[in-house]
């Protein structure tokens, strides 16, 4: 069964800050591999996905980076934000049914002015 | 813009009530989905819908059915809701991706469930 795992739980940092967010997973036989953003109280927000045969995807100060062979994935964030203070999740198809996506519990982010 | 509206942001209900959930998405999407998420165990699956009329359990169906009847909206429905349902159900949706594999996830804003 796909696990995904993300490290740290919680991330404090002051703004202005360079940041990485870590996701690692279990079956590297994936298709893609998706961020999200959960503000409190919120649905998700999708990011960013990076298709099995990319390294690296980018949105504005937001980079994701993929190593299949080592079952891990980056989020880097530059020039932190308080706004940025949200909820990070990854997520990896099911290694069952590739339709179904499966979860990391996430990275609380604050970052504070 | 891109977008995916749940019926109810905030449901109260009793126990053994029957509860409907609603979801409907506007971009032609083949795939969709529910999730519920509780503190501490992240989001599960419900259930998932690859077409039209087609369901396939998640890792947490008991409980819990589900109606595709047009491709727009997915509906999940709690027969005879319990307490233990309280919790928020997230619907979502997507393109087919690869292979038997998904696109680009689109959630809802979610739907809060209290169950007395």
């Known amino acids: 069964k796909q696990e995904v795992t993300q490290i740290p739980a919680a991330l404090s940092v002051p703004e202005g800050e360079n940041l990485v967010l870590n996701c690692s997973f279990t079956?590297?036989?994936?298709?893609?591999l998706q961020w999200f953003r959960q503000d409190p109280g919120k649905g998700l927000t999708s990011l960013l996905l990076i298709q099995s045969s990319q390294r690296e995807q980018t949105s504005g100060r937001l980079n994701a980076s993929l190593d299949k062979s080592s079952g891990r994935s980056t989020l880097y964030i530059a020039a932190s934000q308080p706004g940025d203070s949200a909820t990070y999740l990854c997520?990896?198809?099911?290694?069952?049914?590739?339709?179904?996506?499966?979860f990391g519990k996430g990275t609380s982010l604050l970052v504070t002015p | 813009d891109v977008k995916v509206t749940q019926s109810s942001r905030y449901l109260v209900k009793r126990t053994g009530e029957k509860v409907f959930l609603e979801c409907v998405q506007d971009m032609d999407h083949e795939n969709m989905f529910w999730y519920r998420q509780d503190p501490g165990l992240g989001l599960r699956l419900i259930y998932f819908s690859y077409d039209v009329k087609m369901k396939e359990k998640g890792d947490i169906p008991e409980g819990y059915s589900v109606s595709r009847e047009k491709k727009e909206r997915f509906s999940l429905i709690l027969e005879s809701a319990s307490t233990n349902q309280t919790s928020m159900y997230l619907c979502?949706?997507?393109?087919?991706?690869?292979?038997?594999?998904?696109?680009?996830?689109?959630f809802g804003e979610g739907s809060r469930l209290t169950v007395l």
């Open positions: 979502a949706s997507s393109s087919a991706g690869l292979g038997r594999s998904t696109g680009e996830l689109f």
């Open positions: 079956d590297s036989a994936i298709y893609n």
């Open positions: 997520a990896v198809p099911n290694s069952n049914s590739g339709y179904a996506l499966n």
